[in-house]
């Protein structure tokens, strides 16, 4: 059983910047693809971004590509989420998720664990 335990969310304006840290523990975290979703208010759930599980390997939605990057630690079992040039839009509460599927994953039910999640607030 992996536990996973979303940080770094908060309170940022519009063009800034905010770092989210998902740390895992419970399992062996190098053998997960790691993911990040977000779900604003009134919203269904959305893919982010994924990493495979040696790093080598990510992948992101659109709305994100050339202002999210995903990176991972399996020294520290800890992924990472950088966002820069942060927009209104990009309000949700942020997850962590981790799966076995050795290809890119983009569906909520292609992963096995979650976080509670973490609130990120962009202001205009």
């Known amino acids: 059983q992996v536990q996973l335990v979303e940080s770094g969310g908060g309170l940022v304006q519009a063009g800034g910047s905010l770092r989210l840290s998902c740390a895992a523990s419970?399992?062996?975290?190098?053998?997960?693809?790691m993911a990040w979703f977000r779900q604003a208010p009134g919203k269904e759930r959305e893919f982010a971004g994924t990493?495979?599980?040696?790093?080598?390997?990510?992948g992101y939605v659109d709305s994100v590509k050339g202002r999210f990057t995903i990176s991972r630690d399996n020294a520290k079992n800890t992924v990472y989420l950088q966002m820069n040039s942060l927009k209104p839009e990009d309000t949700a509460v942020y997850y962590c998720?981790?799966?076995?599927?050795?290809?890119?994953?983009?569906?909520?039910?292609?992963?096995?664990?979650w976080g509670q999640g973490t609130q990120v607030t962009v202001s205009s």
């Open positions: 990493i495979s599980w040696s790093g080598s390997s990510t």
């Open positions: 419970g399992g062996t975290f190098s053998k997960y693809r």
């Open positions: 998720a981790a799966g076995s599927r050795l290809g890119i994953a983009t569906r909520a039910d292609e992963y096995d664990y």
